[in-house]
């Protein structure tokens, strides 16, 4: 554990703000299918109630104030406030809310800990570390792309549009139309804000525009756009809820024909405005990968990963990380490599396993359909399993989904969408199936487990639905816990007797040999000025994934700088710290009483979740 919790010392929360923290597991925390309430706690005196109602009071009412500044946060969190609206973007906006951001912390620094009971210290600081860190982030604001190819303004309207907005009478259908509408002066702040950047010298490299575009235009194509024989998504989407209200046919009528106009006059001139200028910024944009390029750049890659990582490692030490776990991960494959008594190197091994058709369902919509009900049995046969890890379960139901074909060609390969608080709607597990041959069904079990249950379903439906903590930290968001937790669910499968097919923990292996190569390539691109055919051949020679997922994967590095280097720092220190804690308690330890412990507070920075479990240990001893 030494070696690696001295990396782990972050700048973000003082480590001596949860000194006094001691969250035993209760009782409560270890019955299957019950919440625990995060109030939970030592009976609190009358100064420290008043103490802790003023913060919770406090932090209730920013969540307020964010519900009606951000459409769209009110949305996925099951809110119709702002219903048929989208965000402002604006730089005058930006600039509103990095002073608001400055207003609260001042705010929460008023606040006397040592009033707190044990959980609402975890709550101050948790909501202190993630103001501090977007305050952190705004000196780099004209550095974070305003487009990418994978998730900007011209696949979020339909996304949202289509999976988040529910219609449960006419009203919603009125707002619908009016975000349609209202797509025209959403586009002209990014366009300002894209122009804005690139007088700044900041534009993304230069072969992600024909994606931006390519998909843009898939947006806008189908009836009522063209005479194709296919129905434009939206169209679709807004038809499928429309018959959902039973209205009169007249009235159904009138509202079809709205939506044609709205889609046809203003939808598709704003959509084409859009291409307009990423064709005119694709010319004008320079060679380069890397945000070493771009202003301050390495500045900015060093608040990145400690952004994401919640740590204070360096680029240098993440790139060391990478490559001795490259080193292991290949080990343990060659063991798995002999047991199924392939001969010839790992490299052909790799070759064997990226390209033997019996790794793949066919490419056709009986393979999608397969793959798909594959998902559905893997995740259904885990939750059987779940009652002797967990003592805590989410309420939401979990669905399986197809990534949309409109934006699949960009999309990542698999992602969890969480459910609202209110549970209105399930936690959607997405996997993309563009091309089967980049899903190998021997990684299909380590997918559903990161994606689903007991990974990000069980993190983020049991985090939204948390009982007596603000809804201000249920929305917390700390990249290294979260995707950690994922890529520890991986391999907690293993422990749970999962991956009996030596190929599926090849999988295993493969997905988590994949995390620690990005460690490596990230920091190659970004901070040792690697190109993107370098870092897309490291992938080639050192994992067995298909070409199209190399390069679909290195295109995400270079757009979302930093981020793909949590997910390992993550999932190490999760581990680590369990395997401290069973090394303390001996007998004591409890398996279910430390994932309950992980998961009851909601994501935190490392740092934090290290305090707590130690406080949890000297607890239990």
Same mark, same amino acid.
């Given at each position: 554990?030494?070696?690696?919790?001295?990396?782990?010392?972050?700048?973000?929360?003082?480590?001596?703000s949860l000194?006094?923290?001691?969250?035993?597991?209760?009782?409560?925390?270890?019955?299957?299918?019950?919440?625990?309430? &995060?109030?939970?706690?030592?009976?609190?005196s009358?100064?420290?109630?008043?103490?802790q109602?003023?913060?919770?009071?406090?932090?209730?009412?920013?969540?307020?104030?964010?519900l009606?500044?951000?459409?769209?946060?009110?949305?996925?969190?099951?809110?119709?406030?702002?219903?048929?609206?989208?965000?402002?973007?604006?730089?005058?906006?930006?600039d509103e809310?990095?002073?608001?951001?400055?207003?609260?912390?001042?705010i929460?620094?008023?606040?006397d &800990?040592?009033?707190?009971?044990?959980?609402?210290?975890?709550?101050?600081?948790?909501?202190?570390?993630?103001?501090?860190?977007? /305050?952190?982030?705004?000196?780099?604001?004209?550095?974070?792309?305003?487009?990418?190819?994978?998730?900007?303004?011209?696949?979020?309207?339909p996304s949202?549009?289509?999976?988040?907005?529910?219609?449960?009478?006419?009203?919603d259908?009125?707002?619908?139309?009016?975000?349609?509408?209202?797509?025209a002066?959403?586009?002209?702040?990014?366009?300002?804000?894209?122009r804005h950047?690139?007088?700044?010298?900041?534009?993304?490299?230069?072969?992600?525009?024909?994606q931006?575009?390519?998909?843009s235009?898939?947006?806008?194509?189908g009836?009522?756009?063209?005479?194709?024989?296919?129905?434009?998504?939206?169209?679709?989407?807004?038809?499928?809820?429309? &018959?959902?209200?039973?209205?009169?046919?007249?009235?159904s009528?009138?509202?079809?024909?709205?939506?044609?106009?709205?889609?046809?006059?203003?939808?598709?001139? &704003?959509? $084409?405005?859009?291409?307009?200028?990423?064709?005119?910024?694709?010319?004008?944009?320079?060679?380069?990968?890397?945000?070493?390029?771009l202003?301050?750049?390495?500045?900015?890659?060093?608040?990145?990963?400690?952004?994401?990582?919640t740590?204070?490692?360096?680029?240098?030490?993440?790139?060391?990380l990478?490559?001795?776990?490259?080193k292991?991960i290949?080990?343990?494959?060659e063991?798995?490599?002999d047991?199924?008594?392939?001969?010839g190197?790992?490299?052909?091994?790799?070759?064997?396993?990226?390209?033997?058709?019996?790794?793949?369902?066919?490419?056709?919509?009986e393979?999608?359909?397969?793959?798909?009900?594959?998902?559905?049995?893997?995740?259904?046969?885990?939750?059987?399993?779940?009652?002797?890890?967990?003592?805590?379960?989410?309420?939401?139901e979990?669905?399986?989904?197809?990534?949309?074909?409109?934006?699949?060609?960009?999309?990542?390969?698999?992602?969890?969408?969480?459910?609202?608080?209110?549970?209105?709607?399930?936690?959607?597990?997405?996997?993309?199936?563009?091309?089967?041959?980049?899903?190998?069904?021997?990684?299909?079990?380590a997918?559903?487990?990161?994606?689903?249950?007991?990974?990000?379903?069980?993190?983020l439906a049991?985090?939204?639905?948390?009982?007596?903590?603000? $809804?201000?930290?249920k929305?917390?968001?700390?990249?290294?816990?979260?995707?950690g937790?994922?890529?520890?669910? $991986?391999?907690?499968?293993?422990?749970?007797?999962?991956?009996?097919?030596?190929?599926s923990?090849?999988g295993?292996?493969?997905?988590?040999?994949?995390?620690?190569?990005?460690?490596?390539?990230?920091?190659? /691109?970004?901070?040792?000025?690697?190109?993107?055919?370098?870092?897309?051949?490291?992938?080639?020679?050192?994992?067995p994934?298909?070409?199209?997922?190399?390069?679909?994967? /290195?295109?995400?590095?270079?757009?979302?700088?930093?981020?793909a280097t949590?997910?390992?720092?993550?999932? /190490?220190?999760?581990?680590?710290?369990?395997?401290?804690?069973?090394?303390?308690?001996?007998?004591?330890?409890?398996?279910?009483?430390?994932h309950?412990?992980?998961?009851?507070?909601?994501?935190?920075?490392?740092?934090?979740?290290?305090?707590?479990?130690?406080?949890?240990?000297?607890?239990?001893?």
């Amino acid at each position: 554990m030494k070696t690696f919790k001295k990396l782990l010392l972050t700048s973000a929360v003082a480590a001596t703000s949860l000194a006094m923290i001691a969250c035993s597991p209760s009782e409560e925390a270890s019955k299957p299918s019950e919440q625990v309430s &995060a109030s939970e706690s030592a009976p609190a005196s009358t100064s420290e109630k008043t103490e802790q109602e003023k913060l919770i009071s406090t932090l209730e009412q920013f969540y307020e104030e964010d519900l009606k500044r951000s459409p769209l946060f009110a949305s996925y969190r099951g809110s119709k406030e702002g219903y048929g609206l989208w965000n402002d973007i604006s730089l005058a906006k930006q600039d509103e809310e990095h002073e608001l951001d400055k207003t609260r912390l001042a705010i929460l620094e008023k606040f006397d &800990a040592s009033q707190l009971d044990d959980q609402n210290k975890i709550t101050l600081a948790i909501s202190k570390a993630g103001l501090e860190r977007s /305050i952190a982030q705004y000196e780099f604001r004209d550095n974070d792309y305003v487009m990418q190819q994978f998730r900007s303004w011209h696949t979020t309207v339909p996304s949202l549009l289509i999976n988040i907005h529910r219609v449960s009478n006419e009203q919603d259908l009125k707002d619908y139309l009016s975000r349609l509408e209202k797509v025209a002066p959403l586009f002209d702040q990014t366009i300002d804000l894209m122009r804005h950047q690139a007088d700044l010298g900041v534009y993304p490299p230069r072969w992600t525009y024909p994606q931006m575009i390519e998909a843009s235009k898939n947006v806008i194509t189908g009836v009522p756009f063209d005479d194709s024989e296919t129905e434009n998504p939206i169209f679709a989407d807004f038809s499928k809820k429309l &018959a959902s209200l039973e209205l009169t046919e007249e009235a159904s009528d009138a509202y079809l024909a709205q939506v044609t106009k709205i889609l046809k006059e203003v939808t598709a001139p &704003a959509y $084409e405005k859009l291409i307009a200028e990423l064709e005119v910024q694709q010319a004008k944009a320079p060679e380069g990968d890397g945000v070493w390029r771009l202003p301050k750049g390495d500045a900015y890659y060093a608040q990145l990963l400690n952004y994401y990582t919640t740590t204070n490692l360096s680029a240098e030490e993440i790139h060391q990380l990478g490559l001795d776990n490259v080193k292991r991960i290949h080990s343990e494959m060659e063991v798995i490599k002999d047991k199924v008594g392939f001969k010839g190197s790992l490299q052909d091994f790799f070759k064997f396993m990226r390209e033997d058709s019996q790794f793949f369902y066919p490419e056709t919509d009986e393979g999608r359909d397969q793959y798909l009900a594959k998902s559905v049995e893997i995740i259904d046969t885990m939750r059987d399993a779940l009652p002797n890890y967990f003592g805590i379960f989410p309420k939401a139901e979990i669905n399986v989904k197809r990534v949309e074909p409109f934006r699949e060609k960009s999309a990542g390969k698999a992602f969890y969408q969480g459910p609202p608080p209110d549970g209105s709607r399930p936690g959607i597990y997405y996997v993309n199936l563009y091309r089967m041959a980049d899903m190998p069904t021997y990684q299909m079990e380590a997918l559903a487990y990161h994606e689903g249950i007991p990974g990000h379903h069980m993190q983020l439906a049991i985090t939204a639905e948390l009982e007596g903590i603000p $809804e201000f930290q249920k929305t917390a968001r700390f990249t290294a816990f979260t995707e950690g937790w994922g890529l520890y669910s $991986e391999y907690l499968g293993k422990e749970m007797g999962f991956y009996q097919d030596p190929y599926s923990d090849f999988g295993r292996l493969a997905m988590e040999l994949w995390r620690a190569c990005r460690l490596v390539v990230d920091s190659g /691109i970004h901070a040792k000025q690697w190109s993107r055919e370098q870092a897309i051949q490291y992938l080639q020679d050192n994992t067995p994934n298909p070409e199209n997922d190399t390069v679909k994967a /290195i295109e995400r590095y270079i757009v979302y700088p930093g981020q793909a280097t949590a997910y390992l720092v993550g999932k /190490i220190k999760i581990l680590e710290l369990r395997e401290y804690a069973k090394e303390q308690l001996g007998d004591k330890f409890d398996i279910k009483a430390y994932h309950d412990l992980v998961l009851k507070d909601g994501p935190m920075p490392l740092s934090m979740l290290e305090d707590k479990v130690n406080a949890w240990i000297e607890t239990v001893k």
